[in-house]
């Protein structure tokens, strides 16, 4: 039998974003938001994240400048700790989002900025005050 566009998702969503990230979802799921858990795996992961074109890394490093620029905060930091998984590294991420601050403009690559550097110090452990 065929994978189907949900189970390719949730399989690529699993190597993202972590089993345990995916798990905590899933058990908030309720019959309210199921269809929209349904749909996000389906068309996000299994539709746009299973093509072959970009790596998992080109498409992480593109989530984190559209999540960015969009100003999705708590968004954005989930896509930042999955490049633990994808491969994309911090300056990669710096790259990104010095493509936001021209693109999009410096206030929103300014908080993306130090979004970032908050996520790297939970990750590496630092003193989120040490890192200012």
């Known amino acids: 039998m065929a994978e189907t566009s949900y189970d390719a998702g ?3 969503r699993r190597q993202v974003l ?12 309720t019959a309210f938001d199921a269809p929209f858990q349904e749909f996000i795996t389906n068309g996000a992961w299994g539709g ?14 593109l989530t984190i400048a559209l999540l960015a620029a969009l100003g999705h905060h708590d968004e954005l930091a989930m896509h930042i700790r999955a ?3 994808t491969g994309a ?15 999009a403009g410096v206030p929103a690559a300014n ?9 790297f110090a939970e990750r590496d452990g630092v003193d989120r005050e040490e890192n200012k």
Request: proline share 2%; glycine share 2%.
């Open 111 to 119: 908080a993306a900025f130090a979004i970032a550097k908050q996520v």
């Open 83 to 85: 490049t633990a998984n």
């Open 10 to 12: 949730m399989k690529v």
């Open 18 to 29: 972590g089993d345990a990230h995916v798990d905590r979802a899933q058990a908030r799921t």
């Open 89 to 103: 590294t911090a300056e990669d991420i710096r790259e990104a989002l010095l493509h936001v601050a021209v693109y």
């Open 48 to 61: 746009v994240w299973t093509r072959p074109q970009l790596t998992h890394r080109e498409r992480s490093m």
